[in-house]
């Protein structure tokens, strides 16, 4: 079901680097605020992922997901995505402002 989820927002637009920020969160955002903050800042030692360059987010998913950058939990959370997921929350996080 996520997976169509994905296209059908990547067909509306949704994916694509235009889209409104204000725009709901696609599915597994909210997972992420467990431990990263939907701030811009934080004094936490967990980097935030709001307005970070979507590509740098993509490229560092998809090496937790691969295995090619080393972690303690986010290779675990990042192999539950498709690669095309990964891409969409990238987006939407760098949206977020």
């Known amino acids: 079901m996520i997976r169509l989820t994905v296209i059908m927002l990547t067909m509306s637009g949704f994916a694509s680097p235009g889209f409104s920020a204000a725009m709901r ?3 597994g ?3 992420c605020s467990g431990c990263h903050s939907f701030a811009t800042t934080t004094g936490g030692g ?3 992922l709001a307005g970070r360059d979507a ?3 993509q490229a560092a998913l998809l090496a937790f997901r691969s295995g090619d950058r ?3 939990v986010m290779n675990r959370i990042a ?3 498709s ?3 990964l891409a969409v929350l990238a987006k939407w996080f760098a949206a977020q402002r």
């Open 79 to 81: 192999k539950g995505f």
């Open 29 to 31: 955002a909210t997972s």
């Open 83 to 85: 690669p095309e997921e």
């Open 25 to 27: 969160a696609p599915p």
């Open 70 to 72: 080393p972690a303690t």
């Open 46 to 48: 967990i980097a935030p």
């Open 55 to 57: 590509g740098e987010l």
